[in-house]
């Protein structure tokens, strides 16, 4: 009997694609040359990793009862790991009385450690460039210990239809390195990411492919790529645009570090305009606290919403009369103890299961985490009107299939999570122009352009052709009433085809 194959992430991800392009009757040349990236770059970077102090297992400290504690003076020389480890800096020894047996050393207060000794290690390395048709590839880098191929496929590809729904003129990629970042110190992640651009540099720049922060990675990490690239250019200042996501003291735009959160917020304010919804006093539960997570929460909680409760990778936190996000950010961004960056251990907020947390009772979901979370059994027990996607691919299909079936409503990544490439986007303009824009004229450009590709998507989902002030919808409607997942791909598909339509294909 032949074994039903486990269909790939980039396989599902690509069936909305499929059903949009059949739905539009895509040109068929335009559409094989979507089917597939453009370029599929794997490779490695090697990185010398420091000595470390591992902490032993508790039969084996058995062993070590007798072992005198050591005497570290400059503990903050021991840089602490997520996995309980230590980064041993040589500053540590200065002054030290240490007692060491078979490479075993117990630190008062913190245990028993085996050091082990620096080597150089290799990480798998990848950059997926979808396509370019519409202008240089754009996409995040990701820092996860789940990278693969597949994923950074379809990333990659959803780039392409963000850029083209936000009508910036980029289009789509995505990369990484497959990493756990929280087990490595701050010194191997520098070295790291300028190995990782020394590598690719050939293939990067301003005009040919612009990375950005995503999971795991942050505006210090665009700062090393931005360094790297570069490093001895005479033309460094007109480069700055090789990466955007930086920090706003050195090119970085104001708005870009919360602008996938007040992307998704504007996307949210719009549906509940169309439903007559009232966003304050709403309740809301958030999936994921890192960027897009924790920037929601604070714009949607500023606004009146309570944020009932949040769930990440290492934990839940729930409170029914709505978390105090200002000091759920500080206890896990600004609080150098927590060094997973997690919810866990908050105290304006009790601890909860992850399943429980699908089930708390709210008007807005917003799942800011990773891929998939949203699975069929997810979707059916979900109490909730509207999902806000601000992670990519959140959703699966069955999920999607339960979630229409149940009048869910959903604002699709998309267009949901498009602010971040958008102000991407001003940031690179600003760059290229020397200019620095103030955060309202961003957030007032950012709010027009996503608050105009919303309600065009909703046109054409409703098949309601129509011109307006603000937009033209008629070029898009499909002539039926389609879902909104299909009503997005179906704008994206059009602006990306108009190209090659009228640009010819170069042989
Ligand atoms: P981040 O690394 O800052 O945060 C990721 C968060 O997800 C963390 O809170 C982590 O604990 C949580 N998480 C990871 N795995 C989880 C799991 N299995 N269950 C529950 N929680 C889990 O990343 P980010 O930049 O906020 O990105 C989040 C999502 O948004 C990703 O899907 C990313 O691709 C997407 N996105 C990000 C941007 C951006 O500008 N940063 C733009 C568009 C889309």
């Keep these: 009997m032949a074994r039903a194959e486990k269909q790939s992430f980039y396989d599902s991800a690509m069936e909305i694609f499929n059903h949009a392009a059949d739905v539009i009757q895509l040109h068929p040349r335009v559409r094989l040359e979507l089917e597939e990236p453009d370029f599929e770059h794997i490779f490695y970077v090697t990185v010398e990793l420091r000595d470390r102090l591992v902490p032993i297992e508790d039969d084996e400290a058995g062993k070590y009862k007798d072992l005198p504690a050591s005497d570290v003076k400059a503990l903050d020389a021991l840089e602490p790991l997520a996995n309980g480890s230590y980064i041993l800096h040589r500053r540590a020894l200065l002054r030290a009385d240490v007692q060491m047996r078979r490479g075993v050393i117990r630190l008062p207060g913190k245990g028993v450690f085996r050091l082990e000794e620096g080597r150089p290690r290799k990480f798998k390395a990848y950059r997926i460039q979808h396509n370019q048709v519409r202008g240089p590839y754009k996409g995040g880098i990701r820092y996860h210990r789940e990278a693969s191929l597949d994923l950074f496929k379809a990333l990659a590809a959803d780039m392409t239809w963000k850029t083209a729904i936000a009508e910036v003129p980029f289009g789509g990629a995505k990369g990484g390195i497959k990493i756990d970042p929280f087990n490595y110190s701050k010194e191997e992640i520098e070295n790291l990411t300028l190995r990782y651009v020394y590598k690719f540099k050939n293939f990067m720049g301003p005009f040919l492919d612009i990375p950005a922060p995503d999971v795991g990675t942050n505006p210090e990490i665009m700062a090393y790529m931005m360094r790297q690239f570069t490093d001895g250019e005479r033309e460094k200042h007109a480069n700055r645009g090789v990466v955007t996501g930086k920090d706003v003291r050195i090119g970085g735009s104001e708005g870009r570090l919360k602008a996938t959160g007040q992307g998704l917020v504007y996307c949210i304010e719009e549906w509940a305009r169309d439903k007559g919804f009232q966003i304050r006093g709403s309740r809301a539960i958030v999936q994921g606290f890192g960027n897009v997570g924790s920037a929601t929460a604070e714009i949607l909680a500023a606004m009146g919403a309570k944020i009932v409760a949040v769930n990440d990778v290492n934990g839940t936190v729930v409170n029914e009369q709505g978390l105090d996000v200002p000091a759920l950010i500080a206890h896990v961004h600004q609080n150098p103890a927590n060094l997973r960056r997690t919810v866990a ?163």
């Design 345 to 507: 251990g908050f105290s304006g907020g009790t601890a909860f299961s992850k399943s429980d947390f699908w089930e708390v009772e709210a008007d807005l979901c917003i799942p800011a985490a990773l891929g998939d979370e949203i699975d069929g059994d997810v979707a059916e027990r979900l109490k909730v009107r509207l999902v806000a996607e601000g992670a990519n691919g959140p959703t699966t299909r069955d999920a999607d299939r339960i979630l229409q079936k149940r009048k869910i409503d959903v604002i699709p990544d998309i267009i949901g999570n498009a602010g971040g490439v958008t102000v991407s986007y001003y940031e690179w303009l600003q760059n290229q122009r020397l200019e620095h824009w103030t955060e309202a004229e961003v957030n007032q450009r950012l709010e027009r352009a996503i608050k105009k590709n919303y309600s065009i998507i909703r046109d054409v989902a409703r098949n309601r052709p129509q011109r307006t002030p603000l937009y033209d919808s008629r070029p898009y409607c499909v002539g039926k009433e389609v879902d909104v997942r299909t009503a997005a791909m179906a704008l994206a598909l059009r602006r990306v085809e108009a190209h090659y339509l009228i640009e010819g294909f170069s042989q």
